[in-house]
């Protein structure tokens, strides 16, 4: 009986989906000194580099950036006021949030659901937008109208404020676990944020072991 029951137990958890594709992805941690970059400028210009630099490997389909990375055991939440909104201060929602750039969600096969997804015109400087997953849409806003409302959200994670407009909505992502509920998301784009870590997310069109050493040496090189 006990056999069953985990085999069973195992046979669901292989039907369930994390939200998005690791087969082929490459992935490596990114922690940058505070002392060479000061600024979200300096910041955004090394996160430029380094994506350029990995997508000139050979057999490199598509390269992003994420943090928290999931699954990875890291999160982050922050409390959230829609623009419009009065709420007092202790009865305010909060959800996950993760910086990423623009071919993240390309990169690790996560669909858009609604609107659009980030594009290197959303950097620094530029007017702020965010993303929300299916689950973040319903929880917030259950008239179907997340689009084009404006967000603030109180915790921050770089050097930036994290607030915008909600310009997209993607497919749920499982973080915490496969046998988890997908928690609600919000994104900001990792450039807007002035983040001094990521994860870089390497889709591969081959074995992605084969591209550890020379993409470190590229990131090295910087």
């Known amino acids: 009986a006990g056999a069953g029951l985990l085999i069973r137990s195992f046979v669901g958890l292989r039907s369930l989906t994390p939200g998005f594709n690791p087969k082929g992805v490459l992935t490596l ?3 940058l000194p505070e002392a060479h970059y000061k600024d979200s400028l300096a910041l955004q210009s090394y996160w430029d580099a380094a994506l350029a630099k990995l997508r000139g490997l050979p057999g490199v389909a598509s390269v992003a950036a994420i943090t928290p990375l999931p699954l990875s055991g890291d999160d982050f939440s922050s409390s959230l006021r829609v623009e419009g909104r009065t709420i007092p201060a202790k009865d305010e929602p909060s ?4 910086w990423a750039t623009a071919d993240y969600f390309r990169a690790m096969a996560i669909p858009v659901r609604r609107g659009r997804v980030f594009t290197d015109a959303d950097r620094f400087g530029a007017a702020r937008v965010l993303l929300i997953s299916e689950t973040a849409a319903r929880m917030f806003f259950p008239a179907g109208d997340a689009i084009g409302h404006q967000v603030d959200l109180g915790a921050s994670g770089g050097y930036e404020k994290n607030q915008g407009e909600i310009v997209g909505i993607v497919g749920d992502v499982r ?3 496969v046998d988890t ?4 998301i919000f994104y900001v784009p990792l450039g807007q944020a002035g983040m001094d870590n990521a994860t870089l997310i390497i889709r591969t069109q081959g074995s992605p072991a084969l591209l550890r050493q020379p993409a470190r040496e590229q990131i090295q090189a910087i």
């Open 29 to 31: 941690g990114v922690d």
């Open 181 to 184: 509920p997908a928690p609600p």
């Open 175 to 177: 973080h915490f676990g």
């Open 95 to 98: 959800t996950e949030v993760r």
